[in-house]
């Protein structure tokens, strides 16, 4: 028999019944920790652009004349695109959870007779729309973290202008794409 804490119980109200709750927290886990792997590839193109910045003259770094560091925005360029990925794969997770309640026993009448209307979709949409959720806020959490890195790093000097006007122009550019 599986022991179940307290905050597994608290979420299997927001899951079907029946659901095997660890197995979907831990493809989650599992998307969430790919995607923030995959995001440290900007520390890379950091590195590598912040080296480019020196040269070494007798063994000294010294930073070369009028050479400019890449924009954040070209630096960032798709490394937090695993957590887009992650929170777009929850539609799929959703679909799963609305038609789980088809399979074997149709659980689907039982579902749509419940006094709570709302019971079904909070089933459906509760655990998909917390892990999209988290994954954008992980996201967030990660532009600041590496723009902070960013500007810390980068000697003034090599600074242009306006570096965060760019991140929202490249995103509102990106948005007007699609």
Known sequence: MKMINVKEKQILAFVPAGIDLRQELKWINILLAASFLYSMVFLIYLSNAYHGLFTYIAGKKVLMDGVIMPDFVELLGTSLSGFLITALSMAGLLAYHYLYHFQGSKSIYLMKRLPDRLELWRRCFGLPVLAAVLSMCIAAVLLAAYFGIYLLV?????????????????????????
């Open 154 to 178: 980068t000697p003034e000097v090599c600074l242009t202008p306006d570096q965060w006007g760019k991140i929202w122009d490249a995103y509102f550019e990106a948005g007007r794409r699609i």
